[in-house]
Nanobody, 123 residues
Framework: QVQLVESEGGLVQAGGSLRLSCAASGSIFSIHAMGWYRQAPGKQRELVADITSSGTINYADSVKGRFTISRDNAKNTVHLQMNSLKPEDTAVYYC?????????????????WGKGTLVTVSL
């Protein structure tokens, strides 16, 4: 029911920039956080950056100072501005949506994932 539509990644040269966007649609009552994860070949999926509804932002150490995450709460859209890209940034990037779920006064969470988009950084 909930869908995440990601913009396309692509091929970019080292030192270049790329902007990823993700729009959430469907029956969404309350969002805890939206963000981006990535998975490179042979490696575990890792958090790149996320932002909560209250504005708290987390970045992976490897992207601090280079990537910037932002969110348009009204449009349920998150953006990831990637600057000074390195070959090590090459990965499939996945949009993540963390939704707050309350049942009988018990607070929990539910995750939704985009299909993933490939970002390749060449030398």
């Amino acid at each position: 029911q909930v869908q995440l539509v990601e913009s396309e990644g692509g091929l970019v040269q080292a030192g270049g920039s790329l902007r990823l966007s993700c729009a959430a649609s469907g029956s969404i009552f309350s969002i805890h956080a939206m963000g981006w994860y990535r998975q490179a070949p042979g490696k575990q999926r890792e958090l790149v950056a996320d932002i909560t509804s209250s504005g708290t932002i987390n970045y992976a150490d490897s992207v601090k100072g280079r990537f910037t995450i932002s969110r348009d709460n009204a449009k349920n859209t998150v953006h990831l501005q990637m600057n000074s890209l390195k070959p090590e940034d090459t990965a499939v990037y996945y949009c993540n949506l963390d939704v707050v779920v309350v049942r009988g006064g018990v607070v929990g969470g539910m995750d939704y994932w985009g299909k993933g988009t490939l970002v390749t950084v060449s030398l």
